[in-house]
């Protein structure tokens, strides 16, 4: 197993009060030392079957002592100058000091290797009394007066080699000690490494679990939006008609504006909705995120109240982002009023921004991050914190903490629905009792985009004479939208689908002025392929797009072709009659037609 060796060590102590025992005892190993022939070194042969060895090794060194502290002292001395003595003959009566036994007990107090030989000519006790004195004898041999030389000899052999071998074995165990603590060691590594990387893998897992179940909860909240978008529409478009009636009752007329104050929250709802399914079309701009957050200032200090102190601490070199500015600062202020409600007796609110710089290592570590230049939009307040209990519900809509009536639990799915939108995400900490802070991330933008021109919108827009082709697979939806337009004065011909359209279409082509289609239809034509269709025969046609959402949009990354009037379900007759007449004289729909705008 290992290499060590201890080399032979040939010191000899030697303890005898009379001098002249000393001078016999050099002479035997003199003999050895001149001699390598000598009768001794064929018993050595024999003893270790080297004689080679034996002989080389023959050089005793031999040290003496006359009394037991004498020899106590030259023990320890050696040891301090690193050589001991690997044996000593210690004489059984030495007066007037210490006896062999007592010399022997203090010689291993300080050396407990030291091999013994104690020599008696009396017998002056007896093994048992010795044992029951020295406690251990694997150290310890008895050699009785008077001595034969080649008893002695052996005797040096014999222990100097148990003593190197001892070593020898004592120096291996703790070299396998060691080589244990080592590998113990490295088993620990490995081990916490493994556990780590465990935590890391269930931490990515939940992670995905959790992205699925957001994905989902997406898919299924923009469905019911999209069909709810129509139902508000026919709702609403009938209230109007309703209240443009001259001949209605003071009290019906209250009862439609319930109607339709009533179905313009359900508009904004589903519009929450669509936004955190990701499926409102977005309007962005280069956004600068410190201008951004300046702009809303005010509202958020009116909505925070007079007990919440806002301070807001704008970043250097924050990015610049590409955002809807109108979602950017809706996120800001759905943050702030959840903040608002997390300190009822007053706090401190802290809107901060800064440039945040993400490498694949921080990446690596959190699901959703993604290594980049971030802006970062911080919310921070004094609140009571969240429940952990709760973390992993907060961005489902619907989930809310408060009393009915005071949450729809749509604020969150918000904020996470537009930072997906902006290829960003949302981290939140908190601990209950200490506050809350909801850290949004915003990509920087890679190209500058041009600013969209602001228009406002009148409140009852001009009417007109030209011709509409209205398509719109919701009969409901189509017969109102149709009333509606026709109180403008336009003359509207009406199709339930793209295909039914192009059937209408050869007739009336050289009349029609604009097309107004729904985006998602039935019989497999699309609102955009039934538009390319019909400008490819009349390429001055104008065209207004309307979607609740629209796949195609959402396959073009959910931004609005700028060719295109688009509208957003569901709008008012206001609106449509809008977009008819900016769109018939020739002007882009206003992106304050957006979905993001008030309907
Ligand atoms: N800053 C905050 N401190 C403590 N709890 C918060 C904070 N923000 C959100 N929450 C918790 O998350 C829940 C969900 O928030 P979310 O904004 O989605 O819904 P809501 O505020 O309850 O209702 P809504 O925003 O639709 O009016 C809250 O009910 C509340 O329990
Ligand atoms: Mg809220």
Redesign the pocket.
Known sequence: MSNLLIPPNHRILLIDDNPAIHEDYRKIFRTVALDNASPLHAAEAALFGDVKKAAECAAFEIVSAFQGQEALGKVREALRAARPFAMAFIDMRMPPGWDGLETTLRLWEVCPDLQVVICTAYSDYSWEEMLARLGRTDRLVLLKKPFDNLEVLQLAHALTEKWRLGQEALAQTEELGWRVVERTRELQDANEKLQEEMAERARVEEAFRQAQKMEAIGQLAGGVAHDFNNILSVIRGHASLLMNEEHLSVASLESVRELDSAAERAATLTR?LLTFSRKQVMQPECLEVNGAVQDVTKLLRRLLGEDIALEIEAGEGVPEIRADRGMIEQMLI??A???R???ANGGRLLVRTEAVELDTESARRDARRRAGRFACLS?I?S????APE?MP??????????EVG??????????YGIAKQHEGWVE?E?KPGQ??A?KVFLPESAKPVEDAPRHGEPARPRGGKETILLVEDDAALRHVLQLVLQTYGYRILVASSGVEALQIWPEHAEEIDVLVTDMVMPDGMSGRELIARLKAQKPGLRVILCSGYSRDLLRADARLDEELNFLPKPYTPVKLANAVRKCLDGRAVPRALSATAPV
């Open positions: 929450q759905n943050l009023v959840n903040a409600d997390a300190m919310v307040d609140g009571c914190g969240i709760t519900h907060l961005f489902e809509p619907f989930f809310t903490t408060k005071k949450g729809t639990g749509l604020g969150l799915a918000t904020v939140v908190s506050g809350a909801f």
